[in-house]
């Protein structure tokens, strides 16, 4: 279905934090495609951004062409979670996450709305092709110290919430890792957590390899002054790497500010691969295998033929 037909609009969120410059804001040209595919882990489709907003059908093509081979789309209240568990359902290269975000449970905590938000995402995770329980987790950047109880008492019911339909746990973790870690061992975390758009050094990625759990890069991987990220990267197991865009943040170098797109993955597999000093398609066949692991398969793809045969299947 393309579009914007139906009862699946194209946008359902205007990204509000571009500055009001007069420069225009376009999408950056493509990269060079990848010759075997991967997923990106976490994306927000629902959003319109830059001068001529693409919607989710434009940006899912552009992202074949560059071998990206599917996208999970990650909600962020009951709104967005409802149309990314819709545009699953009608999308073979789509795959859902549902949450409250950690800077809305709060906000809702306070209008008495949250148990009824949660209850929603209890039920769309039930529904198939929701592979994941988020985005959720902790963000004491954003939450005052007053509201941070119901920031977290919200994490701990998405994690029963993961545990009790068997998904796997999608984190957002803003200057919060401690309080993260404290809650995930005292309740203890799914078989499969994922620090989204990991941001922490090698400590905390020491700590997630002891755990079996799971750091996703984003193009803040590929950031001059982010060796911290890098140096993680080194620490963390390759069976426990994932990538990502953050769509419509985080654009990767060399098109740092510029809107992003699930197409623009391939500078941070590449920025990823130089940092590990591995072959870009060695590295993406086990990017696109962890993939399958922690989410299960979209559907059969034949862009993912060429990683079949470098991973021996």
Known sequence: MSAGSGDLP???????????SDREITYPAAPNPLSVGVYDNHAHLEFADGDNPMDYSEHLDRAGAVGVLGVIQVGTDVETSQWSSALAHREPRVLAAVAIHPNEAPLLHQSGELEDALAV??????KP???????????????????QDAQQDAFRAHIEIAKKH????????????????????????????????FSGDAALAEILSAQGWYASFAGTVTFKNSEGLREALRVMPRSHILVETDTPFLT??????????????????RSMADTLEMDENLLAAQLTDNTIDVYGRFDDNPLDELGSVLRGR
């Open 166 to 197: 068997d998904l796997a746990l999608q984190i957002h973790d803003r200057d919060a890792h401690d309080a993260v870690l404290d809650i995930l061992l005292e309740v203890g975390a799914p078989e499969k957590t994922v620090f989204h758009c």
């Open 129 to 147: 092709r929701v592979v994941a329980v988020g985005e959720t987790g902790l963000d004491f950047f954003r939450t005052p110290p007053e509201l």
């Open 252 to 269: 990767p170098v060399p098109s740092r500010g510029k809107p992003n797109s699930p197409y623009m993955i391939p500078f941070t597999v």
């Open 121 to 126: 995402i209890d039920e769309l995770a039930a």
């Open 10 to 20: 194209a946008h359902i969120r205007a990204r509000g934090d571009r500055d009001a």
